[in-house]
């Protein structure tokens, strides 16, 4: 298990400022989600704790991270990735000419992959978790469903035997049940003891997984606390959660739109 800590992070992308002053924590064996809309600066702190923010033409202006008290300021992506940190990045990006058994090859690259022996208990585990990679290990990667892919994806990350696992929107484009798939599995990945900091658009999916919960507006952190007390709040429920206060009704639909819903 590995602890998280950002303090007082801020980021930008030439002139423009990303993050101002974010601070968050994910203890040992925790999960924590940080929340927000498209904008927000989600991907970005993920970046930054992975170190590739460099590679989108963002920096660090300010503040700090450390992972298990180490600073992570002025290590390589790779240098993270030997200390544990390891990040599914959104969009399902496999190497799609390549086959399954391929990919998951790849995620060995770390230097936490290990010996033989460890490397095949990591492929084990991972075909425990998803037995349709051990069924298509031969099969290119790009013929995959998207649900599978982002499997493949999350399976290549856990060859590297992460203490910390970074997701961006594991569950971005899937279908409801997938989904709940891929979110249950996140649950049993973290029961075996890797710590995850996850970022969602699907507040409902990830507030039922995380222990603590950030929601990120514009670059800051405007609400934080355990996340049952956050799925509890009116302002969550109603922005997020698509609940409305008890007793008042929500906004009503144009019958157009309500004819295309009910379609």
Not at 67 to 94: I, M, N, T, W
Not at 156 to 182: H, V
Not at 188 to 210: D, K, P
């Amino acid at each position: 298990m590995g602890s998280l800590q950002v303090r007082a992070l801020s980021i930008g992308y030439g002139p423009v400022r990303a993050l101002r002053s974010v601070s968050l924590e994910v203890p040992a064996g925790a999960v924590a989600v940080v929340l927000g809309g498209n904008g927000a600066g989600k991907s970005t702190l993920l970046r930054a704790v992975s170190r590739t923010l460099g590679f989108h033409r963002g920096a660090v202006t300010g503040g700090g991270i450390s992972f298990d008290g180490r600073p992570l300021d002025g290590l390589s992506p790779a240098e993270v990735v030997a200390a544990g940190v390891v990040q599914v990045p959104e969009g399902r990006q496999v190497f799609a000419r390549m086959s399954v058994a391929d990919n998951l090859r790849a995620g060995t690259l770390g230097a936490r992959a290990g010996s033989r022996a460890e490397v095949a208990a990591s492929l084990a585990r991972v075909h425990e978790l998803f037995p349709v990679l051990a069924r298509r290990s031969r099969q290119r990667a790009g013929l995959l469903s998207g649900g599978e892919q982002q499997m493949l994806a999350l399976g290549r990350a856990l060859m590297a035997r992460p203490r910390l696992l970074l997701l961006d929107e594991p569950s971005l484009g899937l279908a409801p049940k997938m989904a709940a798939t891929i979110a249950e599995t996140v649950t049993e990945i973290n029961a075996a003891g890797t710590s995850v900091l996850l970022v969602e658009q699907n507040a409902a999916l990830a507030l039922r997984l995380a222990s603590r919960a950030y929601v990120l507006e514009v670059g800051e952190v405007t609400l934080e606390g355990p996340a049952a007390e956050l799925a509890a709040s009116d302002e969550v429920r109603r922005r997020y959660l698509g609940i409305g206060e008890p007793g008042v009704p929500g906004p009503r639909r144009p019958a157009r739109e309500l004819r295309r819903w009910s379609a």
